[in-house]
């Protein structure tokens, strides 16, 4: 079966740095995408990753390992707003997304 | 960005009643539309998945019969909640595709109640 594995919760203190992890074991990969979610939103595009390797947008980075099935979304100079939860989705050779349960983030003071 | 409207935002029903959700694609041809269904705290589900022109494409345990989906224009998507009952209270949350594979863009969602 397909299956998307992200932490449930994580905390961090404002300022600081949080990275959090997703694993995937999918039919095809076509493409991994990183969303936010605020509560009671839709959720928003943060990222999108095809190409083993890291790429950097601003405060926020996302890296991709397709030997290792793996990829983390990497948040700096954490900011309170930054509370949401993060979803993980991954496109698979039906390109059609997968999506894991989302990490919600809580920033403390 | 490309934008992703739906309306209305928030619906208030009783239970027997259908209800029509509106999805549209403000600034560009949505080829591909996507409706989601979201339980507190849970991940987004995959209700259906609908091209212009053609039916939708259901995904498992979906009643194609109770949410009927209607992509008439490259820029209109419908969902029909019939029969609404309460466990049918949901966010219901559309996305849009222009046909590059690689993105969907979302729109901002429809909270709804069955009384």
């Known amino acids: 079966g397909q299956n998307i594995d992200q932490p449930t919760e994580m905390t961090a203190t404002e300022g600081a740095i949080v990275q959090i992890n997703c694993t995937y074991q999918?039919?095809?990969?076509?493409?991994l995408f990183w969303y936010q979610q605020h509560a009671g939103e839709a959720p928003t595009f943060l990222s999108y990753?095809?190409l083993d390797g890291l790429e950097e947008k601003g405060r926020f980075s996302s890296f991709l390992s397709r030997s290792k099935g793996y990829s983390y979304l990497l948040l700096k100079e954490l900011q309170m707003k930054d509370s949401a939860s993060y979803l993980c989705a991954v496109m698979d050779s039906n390109y059609q997304l997968i999506w894991g349960a989302g990490t919600k983030l809580i920033i403390k003071p | 960005g490309a934008v992703v409207s739906q309306h209305p935002s928030r619906v208030i029903c009783k239970s027997g009643t259908s209800v029509k959700i509106e999805c549209r694609s403000l600034?560009?041809?949505?080829?591909?539309m996507f409706w989601y269904r979201q339980f507190p705290k849970k991940s987004l589900m995959l209700m259906a998945t609908s091209n212009e022109g053609s039916k939708a494409t259901y995904e498992q345990g979906v009643e194609k019969d109770k949410f009927l989906i209607n992509h008439a224009s490259l820029t209109l998507s419908t969902l029909t909640v019939t029969s609404a009952h309460p466990e049918d209270s949901s966010f219901y949350i559309c996305?849009?595709?222009?046909?590059?594979?690689?993105?969907?863009?979302f729109g901002p969602g429809t909270r709804l109640t069955v009384l």
């Open positions: 996305s849009a595709s222009s046909g590059d594979r690689n993105e969907q863009f």
């Open positions: 999918t039919s095809g990969f076509n493409g």
């Open positions: 990753n095809v």
């Open positions: 600034d560009f041809q949505a080829t591909t």
